[in-house]
């Protein structure tokens, strides 16, 4: 059986098609599918029976249930959904005011490899299908709204496991299901796609999509990004940078550069001097983000006083800088803690 969530409209055309259905069954599926949200093809009751039936013989909604839930001190919530193949996959929710984010994955583990990174190192498992990465959000969205009426996702960031440009043909579904009408219809400016600078579907990804941007920089000295990045071997920031320069970020559109600021080893001088060679003139945020320790690395995190300082020294050239509050630390819920290697199936 096939899933339904995680189609777009194309695809369910060609489905309606296939079926000899009448043209206008396509809006009406995807409103059951991504409006009403609905849990069985039976329960479409505006399509007529026999193409419900028809239907039924080869698809499925596609839910597929969170199996654990884990809730932190500060009330971020860790979620693991088990895939085909037994494939486990995480999945955060962060609470901050009125903003609910979900912090999404793309792919089971990760091929870059980042030495500071607790995903890196449980390996490449698989790509995650667009199917599972939409019933990550619909699931939450749904679980979350049944705790708290108030309760909804606002937000989305694709800074969970993986690296969503090396999944590129999944992710663009997914964004397409997240923000047009006929899907979930969010705005792009709730969304926001974070990349390590992966060059081969960045071009494709920032013309044919309208989401927010994050660049995982972290350090703009050549050689020192090399070692704690490998994909700069393959495909050096300076290449990225001078791809981003060629779009406008002065409008809607917004292009963040995050930054883990490490103790003594990312904020000198001679830092913010490549940050300001690299970054000059650019329409861009700098995001300093706290390091979250990862056993069996040698990185330990900037105290805030460092991170504080190293803050200033950019906003003297001219930066805007912010720094990320880190949540969800005590349930490895925060940014590169997340791998399923070690965590579940104790
Ligand atoms: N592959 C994408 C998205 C996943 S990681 C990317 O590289 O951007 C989301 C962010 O968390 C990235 O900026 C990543 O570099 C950062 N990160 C990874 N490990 C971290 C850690 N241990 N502490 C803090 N941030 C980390």
């Not at 028809?54 to 839910?63: A, E, N, P, R």
Request: include cysteine; charged fraction near 25%.
């Amino acid at each position: 059986m096939e899933a339904l969530i995680g189609k777009t409209f194309s695809e369910i055309t060609k489905i309606v098609q296939d079926i000899a259905a009448p043209k206008f069954v396509s809006k009406q599926l995807c409103d059951w599918i991504y409006k009403k949200r609905v849990s069985d093809i039976n329960s479409m009751t505006n399509i007529s029976l026999k193409v419900r039936e028809i239907l039924s013989q080869q698809y499925t909604i596609g839910h597929i249930p969170h199996t654990k839930e884990v809730i932190s001190k500060d009330g971020t919530r860790k979620y693991l959904f088990e895939y085909f193949g037994g494939v486990l996959v995480e999945a955060v929710l962060i609470f901050d005011n009125d903003r609910t984010t979900l912090c999404i994955s793309t792919q089971a583990g990760c091929k870059m490899n980042c030495a500071f990174c607790a995903t890196g190192k449980m390996g490449f498992v698989r790509n995650l299908t667009s199917h599972e990465i939409i019933n990550i959000y619909s699931d939450l969205d749904a679980h979350i709204n049944s705790v708290d009426k108030r309760l909804s996702i606002n937000n989305i960031v694709f800074m969970g496991m993986g690296e969503p440009l090396d999944n590129f043909d999944e992710v663009r579904n997914v964004l397409d299901i997240l923000t047009s009408d006929w899907g979930y219809a969010l705005s792009p400016r709730r969304i926001t796609v974070s990349t390590c600078g992966f060059m081969p579907n960045l071009k494709e990804f920032l013309d044919k999509t309208n989401t927010d941007v994050a660049i995982s920089l972290h350090n703009a000295i050549k050689e020192e990004r090399k070692n704690i990045m490998p994909v700069d071997k393959a495909y050096p920031i300076e290449e990225v940078v001078k791809l981003l320069r060629s779009y406008d970020w002065t409008k809607q559109r917004h292009l963040t550069f995050e930054y883990i600021v490490f103790k003594n080893l990312n904020s000198s001088a001679s830092h913010v001097n490549a940050i300001a060679r690299l970054l000059n003139g650019l329409s861009c945020r700098i995001n300093l983000i706290p390091f979250n320790t990862v056993p069996d690395t040698p990185f330990v995190g900037a105290d805030k006083s460092e991170m504080q300082a190293f803050a200033t020294k950019l906003k003297n050239k001219g930066f805007n800088v912010t720094i990320r509050q880190s949540k969800g630390s005590d349930i490895s819920a925060a940014c590169g803690l997340l791998s399923t290697k070690e965590n579940h199936n104790k």
